[in-house]
């Protein structure tokens, strides 16, 4: 091999390795969000999750989801759920709170 085919390689070779990065990357997956109170924008740890989560606790204690539940009744109880959940009529979060608890109580 001459001298200017070593230079070649050695050129070649340097370009090579200059060429190559290795990169890591940790994704991290949020969890879904499962209960109601996350869903509609309460923080947990705070006085209002804890309000919000009892609340929707004894809602779902007290059989909200019975056979015989008329469409306005679970249109009311639901809009009276996100008002004692203390979300504000109107809002995104109230609106969002209201689909969500329809959603629950239609009985399947």
Known sequence: MSYRGLCIAIVAGALAAACTH????????PSPVDDSCTYYGYTPGTEAYRVCVDREAAARARGRMARTYARDRIVADS??????????RGSERYERC?????NYRNPA
Do not use: K, P
């Open 98 to 102: 209201v689909q969500r608890e329809i």
């Open 22 to 29: 290795t990169e890591r990357r940790t994704v991290v997956v």
């Open 79 to 88: 809009q009276d759920a996100c008002v004692s959940y203390g979300l504000i």
